[in-house]
C-alpha cells in the first residue's frame, strides 16, 4: 500500500481506473458503491483507504437475474441434501453490457462472480458454466435459461430447467436507489469500510462469504434496524 500511495502521489497510474474512482470517492468523504464485477474499492491497499477515512463502501456487481436466482435455489438443493451435479446457464443480453461482455477478456470477472456464489453455496464446484452471448437486438432485456442436473434419494437423477427473461434497468434502477439511500445512512451513522450488510444486493459481496438470499435479507434488515433506525431515533430526540 505505502507502494502504491507513494506511485500516486507521483501521479503515476498504478491503478485500474474503477479503483482510482473509489480511492477518490474515500477522499473525498463520499460513500462508494460499485455495480459493476470491475476491482474498484476491493483492490488491496484500497479498502484500507475507505477505512481510514472513515468512510463506507459497498459491491460488487449487482445481482437482477439469473445469479438472483440461483442465490435462492441452490441454498433449497442444499437443504434439501438434493446434490446438483450440474448447472448450466445461457445468458442472452443486448444492450452495451451485451457488447462489453462479448469480448472473452471483460466476460471473464462476470463469469467469475456467477460461479463463486453457486460454489459458496453448494459447497463444492459443479460442472456446467455460465455462457454469455451478445444478441444486440434484445436491448434491454436479457434472457438466462438455467438446466440444472440433481440426484435424489437413492441416487435418482433428475433436473429442473428455468428460463428468465428480465429488463436490464428495470430490475436495476430500484437497487441502485435502495444502495445510495442506504450508504448515504451508512455513512452519516459512522460506519466505515466494508457494508457487507448490503451484500443481498450484489453477486460478489464484499466482507462476506454469505450468498443465500434469505440469509443476506435477514443481515440487511437487522442492520437497517439496529445501526440506521436506532441512529435516525437519537438524532429525532435531539
Ligand atoms: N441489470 C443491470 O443493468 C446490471 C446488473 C448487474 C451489473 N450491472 C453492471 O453495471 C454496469 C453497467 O451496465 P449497463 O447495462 O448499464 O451497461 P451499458 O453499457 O448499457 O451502460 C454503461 C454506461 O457507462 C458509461 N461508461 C463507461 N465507462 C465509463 C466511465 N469510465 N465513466 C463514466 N461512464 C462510463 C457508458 O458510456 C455507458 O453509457 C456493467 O458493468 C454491468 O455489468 C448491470
Same mark, same amino acid.
Given at each position: 500500500? +505505502?507502494?502504491? @500511495?507513494? /506511485? !500516486?502521489?507521483? %501521479?503515476? &497510474?498504478? !491503478?485500474?481506473?474503477?479503483?482510482r474512482y473509489a480511492w477518490a470517492a474515500a477522499q473525498a468523504g463520499c460513500a462508494f458503491v460499485d455495480f459493476t464485477p470491475s476491482a474498484g474499492a476491493?483492490?488491496?491497499?484500497?479498502?484500507e483507504v475507505f477505512t481510514s477515512y %472513515?468512510?463506507?463502501?459497498?459491491g460488487s456487481d449487482g445481482k437482477t437475474g439469473e445469479t438472483l436466482l440461483k442465490t435462492v435455489l441452490a441454498p433449497m438443493f442444499a437443504q434439501r441434501a438434493l446434490r446438483v451435479t450440474s448447472w448450466s446457464g445461457t445468458n442472452?443480453? %443486448? =444492450? =452495451?453490457? *451485451?457488447?462489453?461482455? $462479448?469480448?472473452?477478456e471483460r466476460a471473464a470477472a462476470k463469469i467469475d462472480s456467477k460461479d463463486r456464489a453457486l460454489r459458496s453455496l453448494l459447497g463444492h464446484p459443479v460442472g456446467g458454466g455460465v455462457h454469455i452471448h &451478445?444478441?444486440?437486438?434484445? *436491448?434491454? #432485456?436479457?434472457? +438466462? #435459461?438455467?438446466?440444472?442436473?440433481f440426484e435424489g434419494f437413492l441416487g435418482t437423477r433428475m433436473n429442473l430447467q428455468f428460463t428468465w427473461t428480465g429488463c436490464d434497468s428495470a430490475l436495476a434502477a430500484p437497487?441502485? !436507489?435502495?444502495?445510495?439511500?442506504? $450508504?448515504?445512512? /451508512? !455513512?452519516?451513522? *459512522? @460506519? +466505515? *469500510?466494508?457494508l457487507r450488510e448490503l451484500?443481498?444486493?450484489?453477486?460478489d459481496p464484499v466482507g462476506t462469504d454469505v450468498h443465500a438470499l434469505s440469509a443476506q435479507y435477514d443481515a440487511l434488515v437487522s442492520w437497517a434496524q439496529e445501526r440506521l433506525t436506532a441512529r435516525q431515533e437519537v438524532v429525532g430526540e435531539e
Open positions: 500500500m +505505502a507502494r502504491r @500511495c507513494a /506511485a !500516486l502521489a507521483a %501521479g503515476e &497510474n498504478v !491503478l485500474p481506473p474503477s479503483a476491493r483492490i488491496p491497499g484500497v479498502a %472513515g468512510v463506507p463502501f459497498a442472452l443480453l %443486448g =444492450g =452495451g453490457d *451485451g457488447e462489453t461482455l $462479448s469480448r472473452p &451478445n444478441v444486440p437486438e434484445l *436491448g434491454e #432485456w436479457k434472457t +438466462a #435459461w438455467d438446466h440444472v442436473t437497487l441502485v !436507489l435502495d444502495l445510495a439511500r442506504l $450508504s448515504a445512512r /451508512a !455513512l452519516d451513522a *459512522g @460506519c +466505515a *469500510g466494508p451484500a443481498f444486493y450484489f453477486k
